[in-house]
């Protein structure tokens, strides 16, 4: 079963725009996480945020963490072509001994 | 550091027929994943080991589909019977079993891409 939802499933932006995606999930977290997927390719892991932080960046990636409302956004700044992949959150539940369970992803298109 | 390494990389087989995938993990990563990824959906974790146990296999089509990691290293993923719905990319990932309270990221193969036919 899917844990997480992201939303837009689908998110087409020029290039140098900002790129905004969220995701819900359902149950209490220990970790949530970001990973990008090029076609064809395995995931890449992107920034990792715990359950006790409220925001976190890394280079061009801001992340955000609500736990009351069990959601997560991922925000792009000056999307790049090469952003064009599609995106996944995916949780870590307390006392599954590290199972890791993906949303449904956004694939974001970047065009020049 | 290597990465995690998958073979192959694309399979075709006709339906009924046998195949399987294999798998090596990050050096020192006690955990390793396999998920199903059908296109367009994000991947289905299928079994997850601890070194060379079962740490969850709830989502495992244990009629046709089976998996091993001897010695808690490499693994194999094997479907037997194949069906036509089974067309899907199976990822190997790894990673370091949970440190303290927050874990860390996992480590993704590329991917072995399986149509059946």
């Known amino acids: 079963s899917q844990q997480g939802e992201e939303d837009p499933q689908a998110l087409s932006i020029q290039e140098g725009e900002n790129a905004t995606m969220n995701c819900s999930y359902k149950?209490?977290?220990?970790?949530l996480q970001w990973y990008r997927q090029n076609s064809g390719r395995g995931l890449v892991h992107l920034i990792l945020i715990r359950s006790n932080e409220r925001e976190k960046h890394s280079g061009r990636l801001r992340v955000t963490l609500d736990t009351s409302k069990k959601s997560s956004s991922l925000l792009i700044t000056a999307s790049r072509a090469a952003d064009t992949a599609s995106y996944f959150c995916?949780?870590?539940?307390?006392?599954?001994?590290?199972?890791?369970?993906f949303g449904t992803g956004t694939r974001l298109q970047v065009t020049l | 550091e290597a990465g995690v390494a998958q073979s192959p990389r694309y399979k075709i087989i006709e339906k009924r027929q046998s195949v399987a995938f294999w798998c090596n993990p990050i050096?020192?990563?006690?955990?390793l994943y396999w998920y199903q990824q059908i296109l367009g959906q994000g991947p289905k974790l299928l079994i997850q080991f601890q070194n060379n146990g079962v740490v969850d296999d709830s989502q495992l089509p244990k009629d046709r589909f089976s998996a091993e990691r001897l010695k808690g290293v490499d693994s194999t993923l094997k479907i037997q019977p194949a069906k036509l719905e089974d067309s899907a990319v199976y990822l190997c990932?790894?990673?370091?079993?949970?440190?303290?309270?927050?874990?860390?990221?996992?480590?993704f193969g590329q991917g072995t891409r399986l149509t059946v036919v």
């Open positions: 149950t209490s977290i220990n970790n």
């Open positions: 995916a949780t870590d539940k307390p006392g599954t001994a590290s199972k890791l369970t």
């Open positions: 050096s020192g990563h006690a955990t």
């Open positions: 990932a790894s990673r370091h079993p949970l440190r303290g309270t927050f874990g860390t990221e996992a480590f």
